[in-house]
């Protein structure tokens, strides 16, 4: 995880392959509870049919996560997922946080509380992160802005897609609203949960009970599936000069490693 992070490709090796497939941390902040299993879906993820991601990386520094995140589930990069594990699908991607509560078009799309319609950024002549930021800038209002789409019909587009999304939140970071970025994920099939790729169950340094919560989150998978995921701490940066640290310590693990 920590090489991941510290990776900054522009794309990975092969034929216009985007670089969340081998680089980076693909996040997801969750808060586990007795009524469901914390890798199943929201409601309105299930709605929508997307799943909202935060992607980390050491070129982007992110130093705190949407919605008072501190505990939930990390995913292997595409190229490095286990063999015979979900083939997840990856949709769009926003350089900062994407409201996609309000977006239709699997979360991707327009925001019902506008009166404009965005439509994706290449329909709308967006390719570059200094064209998405002109365009940003003429509303300053993150409900307005135009999503990157990374779908694999995109092919060989969306690897330059999802790399203009990091451009721009590294060259505009301080006139963006929230310091996380946001990726969707398409919702996966639940019955089928027990091969997703699940990397580890990470607790935020320093955040109150996050700890508590990633080992709720990793006993839960071992009693469903009957196999260890471990937790992983994350030291978040404090500002934007900083890394990212993931870490793993045995006395963090609820579980026994087999």
């Known amino acids: 995880m920590q090489n991941n992070y510290d990776a900054t490709p522009a794309q990975c090796e092969g034929k216009a392959v985007p670089a969340h497939a081998c680089s980076g941390v693909l996040l997801r902040s969750t808060k586990p509870s007795p009524r469901y299993h914390t890798w199943h879906h929201s409601q309105n993820s299930k709605d929508k049919g997307g799943v909202s991601f935060s992607y980390l990386r050491s070129d982007i520094p992110t ?30 991607a926003w350089p900062t946080d994407g409201d996609t509560w309000e ?4 979360g991707c799309g327009d925001n019902r509380q506008t009166a404009e319609i965005e439509a994706a950024c290449h329909e709308q002549g967006v390719f570059t992160a200094e064209q998405w930021m002109t365009r940003f800038r003429q509303s300053k209002d993150y409900k307005r802005q135009c999503a990157f789409d ?17 451009r721009a939140k590294q060259l505009f970071a301080r006139e963006l609203p ?17 091969r997703l790729p699940i990397q580890s169950f990470f607790h935020i340094e320093g955040e109150h009970g996050a700890l508590q919560q990633a080992q709720a989150d990793q006993q839960d998978w071992h009693q469903t ?17 900083e ?15 087999p």
């Open 150 to 166: 990374i779908r694999r019909a995109r092919v060989p587009e969306r690897a330059e897609a999802f790399y203009q999304s990091l």
């Open 225 to 241: 599936y009957g196999s260890f995921i471990p937790v992983i701490r994350i030291r978040l940066p404090d500002n934007v000069t």
């Open 178 to 194: 929230f310091p996380w970025n946001e990726v969707l994920i398409g919702a996966w099939d639940e019955a089928s949960a027990d």
């Open 103 to 106: 977006r239709d078009n699997r």
């Open 243 to 257: 890394r990212a640290i993931f870490s793993y310590h045995d006395s963090d693990q609820a579980v026994a490693l």
């Open 63 to 92: 130093t705190r996560l949407a919605a008072d995140g501190r505990s939930g589930f990390t995913l292997y990069p595409m190229l490095q997922r286990p063999q015979g594990s979900l083939r997840y699908e990856m949709l769009c």
